[in-house]
């Protein structure tokens, strides 16, 4: 982040003494000086003041290492108004300015990103408090380093008076009213709350709540953000305290500021503890960390979860454990010496927009790509990116041969989020939205109120053909394993696969001839396409595609219905009955069965053999359980059951039935005339039921 890469390249001090001799600049490199004010001056008044940056992180550090390089070398060159000369990130007009109690310090950035970021870390730490090999190790607390914005909160007698952005470190901006309508903010702090105190910590957006505002956004055609950083910057600077209310910020405190009538804690752990006993949501991840080994050890730990989390980091910090330590340790331009910054590959790079293509989605969404030139993001090399949908193209106004900054983070994938603007650079025509689709010719629609352009080729599109299949396929689906995209391609554009029902005809020596294809592969695919025959109702009605049915709803119908047949035959009422299931739903569905080339494919698919197993009631898979590999013998005649309709019911229930009567039988079910195999039966001690005794442990009611 920003504020801390400012600050942290004020810390470079001087050498003064290497100026005594005078090397004057030559005029390219006065010019370059020049230019390199203005842009980071802009830049910094982009992301500061307009929340809208214009240039990558990695960036904006090359030109202030360039600008301080070339300040270095010539003094003469240094104007006044330089970024070396101020903390980034005044404050805005805006709002009312708020003097910090205490100043808001930043964090030095570690250089090193590998492991030995850590060690360095530590040995600084150790050499700074004059300890030796023999003196134990240094008590650690180590934490997430959360990529929003931080916040001073000043608390009266345990009420929220104030809030305010760091500023420039010394002022900040009154955000009050904004910060009020934040749920996680205590307006009261729990327990005995000090005189006064400033608690500090992170306002940010979580991703969810950022995907979910983004989706919203794009389906309603309205702004979208930038990143959940800038949603959650953006969303605090809002004039209207409402607006920042209807958007999802939440927060986490890691430290404090000015306090009074109040016992501090010692550590820096403890002060988290107090800081979560006032009532504050705190990271769970922070733990404390004996030595240089334990930071190593947490950095890369946290890089393995890093995806996972919900919201963003940009490193980890490690902090002296022992507050009194940190005194001791103390700061040099507003960056404690008893803490660092270790950062992460950042989860946004430029890179160039070489091409735009349209793909064709499974339900025929055509959604538009953008083919970059490859570029590492949070440590994956990435080359394709999303740009969602046509409004978004627009918006974001992206041409080929455009520099982009491209995001990937969590496991969402790869996404467009702005344009940087290049001095110079020549721009290319805008895309234009094909009317056609790429793939089939068909054309392609986009519904008065859908944010979504669709392909009405529908099967007979291969795009469409090749994502129903893959989609069939799935183990959530049919399960059927050992059927990837270029398989399904080449079957289906070698003509072997037309429609999905296809699949149970296509053979082991056609799969063995595709490309990539041994004959084990093909027997093995095989199987696994026969085995499929006998998938769950749920999973076949899931299976088939319909938009809006996902796996949930597939159960809910399948619990319902009992049946293909029963659900295709469903009135749209019937359908709309369904708990679970809304009108939009019910129409989908509806639709999805008036279409003859749907119900064709399900005939063939029957044809094929396909034979969906129904879900066990409750009381069926109780019995399951009682008769489960058991072995039954049936002799004589029963009141009610014909002796294949006992055997049928046995079999449902997971038994066995015999013809002969052995130590392994395990019942003997026995009617009137029952003969030899009673006898049997009694000798061998064998347990008897009647039919009613049978009925009772299948649990069938009758
Ligand atoms: S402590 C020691 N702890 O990093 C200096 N800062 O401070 C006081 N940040 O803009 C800050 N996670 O918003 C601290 N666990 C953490 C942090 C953290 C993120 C941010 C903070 C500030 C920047 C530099």
Not at 171 to 178: K, Q, R, S, W
Not at 387 to 413: C, K, M, Q, Y
Not at 414 to 423: A, K, L
């Amino acid at each position: 982040m920003r504020l801390t890469r400012c600050a942290s390249a004020l810390s470079l001090a001087f050498p003064v003494e290497r100026h005594r001799f005078v090397i004057t600049a030559s005029i390219e490199q006065a010019k370059r000086y020049q230019d390199l004010v203005r842009k980071i001056n802009e830049a910094d008044a982009a992301y500061y003041e307009l929340d809208r940056p214009i240039l990558t992180d990695a960036e904006y550090d090359s030109f202030y290492r360039e600008l301080i390089e070339l300040e270095t070398s010539y003094p003469e060159l240094v104007r006044t108004d330089s970024p070396t000369k101020r903390v980034a990130g005044r404050a805005t007009e805006t709002f009312s300015p708020v003097r910090h109690g205490v100043p808001m310090l930043s964090i030095r950035t570690e250089t090193d990103s590998s492991s030995d970021g850590a060690r360095n870390f530590d040995k600084r730490i150790r050499k700074e408090l004059k300890l030796t090999d023999i003196d134990p190790p240094v008590r650690y607390r180590a934490e997430l380093k959360f990529d929003g914005l931080a916040l001073s909160l000043r608390y009266e007698r345990g009420l929220l008076v104030q809030a305010a952005t760091r500023g420039d470190g010394e002022l900040g901006e009154d955000v009050t009213a904004n910060v009020k309508t934040i749920s996680e903010i205590p307006h009261r702090l729990n327990g005995k709350a000090p005189a006064a105190i400033e608690i500090r910590g992170e306002v940010y957006m979580k991703r969810s709540a950022f995907e979910t505002f983004n989706e919203r956004a794009r389906a309603s055609s309205a702004q979208t953000l930038v990143n959940p950083r800038n949603g959650a910057a953006g969303s605090l600077r809002q004039l209207d305290a409402k607006v920042t209310a209807s958007r999802p910020l939440s927060f986490f405190a890691y430290a404090i500021g000015a306090y009074s009538g109040w016992t501090e804690p010692t550590t820096q752990t403890e002060l988290i503890d107090a800081l979560e006993s006032f009532g504050f949501l705190v990271d769970a991840h922070a733990r404390t960390a004996e030595g240089a080994d334990a930071l190593v050890r947490f950095h890369a730990e946290i890089l393995s979860v890093r995806d996972s989390l919900d919201f963003d980091i940009d490193g980890v910090v490690y902090k002296v454990d022992d507050r009194a330590l940190q005194q001791e340790l103390g700061w040099v331009t507003r960056e404690p010496r008893w803490a660092v910054a270790h950062k992460y590959p950042p989860e946004e790079m430029a890179t160039t927009i070489e091409g735009i293509e349209v793909q064709v989605g499974r339900t025929g969404a055509i959604t538009p790509v953008a083919r970059l030139a490859p570029v590492m993001v949070g440590g994956v090399t990435v080359s394709n990116a999303t740009l969602h949908n046509f409004d978004e193209v627009t918006r974001l106004d992206v041409r080929p041969g455009d520099r982009v900054i491209v995001r990937r983070a969590g496991d969402v994938i790869p996404q467009v989020v702005r344009v940087v603007s290049e001095e110079g650079h020549e721009r290319r025509m805008p895309f234009v939205m094909p009317s056609a689709c790429p793939i089939c010719g068909s054309h392609i629609v986009r519904e008065a109120d859908e944010a979504v352009a669709r392909c009405t080729g529908g099967l007979a599109c291969k795009a469409q053909l090749q994502g129903a299949l893959l989609h069939f396929v799935q183990r959530k689906a049919m399960n059927i394993e050992g059927l990837g995209d270029k398989l399904a391609d080449a079957l289906i554009a070698q003509g072997h696969v037309r429609r999905i029902s296809d699949l149970y005809t296509v053979d082991a020596a056609t799969l063995s001839n595709m490309e990539r294809m041994g004959e084990k592969s093909a027997n093995n695919l095989v199987l696994e396409i026969e085995k499929s025959k006998a998938s769950e109702l749920h999973r076949v009605i899931y299976a088939l595609g319909i938009r809006h049915v996902g796996e949930a709803t597939a159960k809910t119908l399948a619990r319902h219905f009992g049946s293909i047949d029963a659900l295709r035959s469903a009135s749209l009422e019937a359908l709309t009955q369904v708990a679970d299931v809304g009108p939009i739903v019910a129409a989908s569905i509806h639709e999805f069965f008036a279409q003859p080339v749907n119900l064709e494919t399900l005939d063939a698919l029957f044809a094929a053999g396909i034979s969906p197993t129904v879900p066990l009631t409750q009381s069926q898979s109780a019995a399951l359980t009682a008769a489960s590999g058991k072995t039954f013998v049936l002799t004589g005649t029963l009141p009610t059951l014909s002796r294949d309709e006992a055997g049928a019911l046995i079999e449902a229930a997971g038994g066995k039935v015999s013809g002969s009567v052995s130590k392994k039988t395990s019942y003997v079910v026995a009617g009137t005339e029952a003969g030899s195999k009673l006898e049997k039966a009694r000798e061998l001690g064998i347990e008897v039921l009647d039919e009613a005794a049978l009925l009772a442990l299948l649990k069938v009611a009758r």
